[in-house]
Nanobody, 123 residues
């Protein structure tokens, strides 16, 4: 089992920044591909970003490219999502997730999920 706990969400004005953190425990963190997803009210959960086990490669959904950065610290068992130039459309509950395989990384086929953290961007 892997336990994931997100933090860092909050209310921010458009154009502002937030840094989300996801602390992992229970298994060897570096064995897992990590992803961030988000779900806005009335919408399906969508992929935001993912990072390989070593952190050498990252992928993003098009709407956040150039604004969001995913990173990880395997020594601290933590994955981060730096969010800059935030827009009202970024408002959602953000979830981190873990899986062992890099395949289908943009889908919600992850093994473990956190409880989510709310991000609200005001216009």
């Amino acid at each position: 089992q892997v336990q994931l706990v997100e933090s860092g969400g909050g209310l921010v004005q458009a154009g502002g920044s937030l840094r989300l953190s996801c602390a992992a425990s229970g298994r060897t963190f570096s064995d897992y591909v990590m992803g961030w997803f988000r779900q806005a009210p009335g919408k399906e959960r969508e992929f935001v970003a993912a990072i390989t086990r070593s952190g050498s490669m990252t992928i993003y959904t098009d709407s956040v490219k150039g604004r969001f950065t995913i990173s990880r610290d395997n020594a601290e068992n933590t994955v981060y999502l730096q969010m800059n130039s935030l827009k009202p459309d970024d408002t959602a509950v953000y979830y981190c997730a873990a899986k062992t395989s890099w395949s289908r990384t943009r889908t919600a086929m992850y093994d473990y999920w956190g409880q989510g953290t709310q991000v609200t961007v005001s216009s």
